[in-house]
């Protein structure tokens, strides 16, 4: 079975450009998260998303943050403009419903100059 | 504030030996508890978990200890291999939170030395 798949799997771009993160989860899956991982915070949740749907955006940084989840088998996550302080790896994770284990993608790095 | 605290940031044990990886956490109203394991340039996986009407589960070599009173929770990894080299996180979550929602400890990476 094919896994979280996640693209690109590295991203380095000039600060002021919008960046587009993009997560394929597990067929069948109902939940999919979006982490951000650094050194100082550790791995944070930003947003998920229940049968398409934003549940809780909460973590989501700042207005240049956005996400979306059109359909059941696909996500992406913006941020526009970027800025060097969101250099971070990104990780789309994905489970079904009711406290299953989340199943997480390979990560984007992401590096703004 | 952070809610979950793995206080240390690596472990190094020798192989065949017994590995303890250590999980603190602040809030009382967590209830479900997993550990995840993370090799370089990969996502996390999902490792071991336990409810908090439980003070124990195990799934072969992993065996994870929850100490409700103390909010400290341990996972023990007993024969170590080689192969268990790996950054080890300690995750949380509570009804009020949205049981989905998990908080994450910064992590402890393991060395296991053959």
């Known amino acids: 079975d094919a896994g979280v798949i996640q693209s690109p799997r590295h991203e380095v771009t000039e600060m002021g450009q919008e960046v587009t993160l993009r997560c394929k989860p597990i067929s069948g899956h109902n939940s999919l998260f979006w982490y951000r991982q650094t050194m100082m915070r550790g791995l944070e949740l930003l947003i998920y998303f229940n049968n398409n749907v934003p549940i809780d955006d909460s973590g989501m940084p700042e207005d240049r943050f956005s996400a979306k989840m059109p359909n059941a088998s696909f996500s992406t996550l913006k941020i526009q403009p970027s800025e060097p302080r969101d250099s971070a790896v990104y990780f789309c994770?994905?489970?079904?419903?009711?406290?299953?284990?989340?199943?997480f993608g390979d990560g984007t790095r992401l590096s703004i100059l | 504030d952070q809610q979950v605290k793995q206080n240390s940031p690596s472990l190094s044990v020798q192989e065949g030996r017994i590995s303890i990886l250590n999980c603190d956490y602040t809030?009382?109203?967590?209830?479900?508890f997993l550990w995840y394991k993370k090799y370089p340039a990969e996502g996390p996986t999902f490792l071991i978990s336990?409810?908090?009407?439980?003070d124990k589960n195990e799934d072969g070599r992993f065996t994870v200890f929850l100490n409700k009173s103390a909010k400290h929770l341990s996972l023990h990894i007993v024969p170590s291999q080689p192969g268990d080299s790996a950054v080890y996180f300690c995750?949380?979550?509570?009804?009020?939170?949205?049981?989905?929602?998990?908080?994450f400890g910064k992590g402890t990476k393991l060395t296991v030395n053959p």
């Open positions: 995750a949380a979550s509570s009804p009020q939170g949205g049981s989905e929602k998990l908080v």
């Open positions: 809030n009382s109203m967590f209830d479900y």
């Open positions: 336990i409810s908090s009407i439980k």
């Open positions: 994770a994905s489970s079904q419903i009711s406290n299953q284990p989340q199943h």
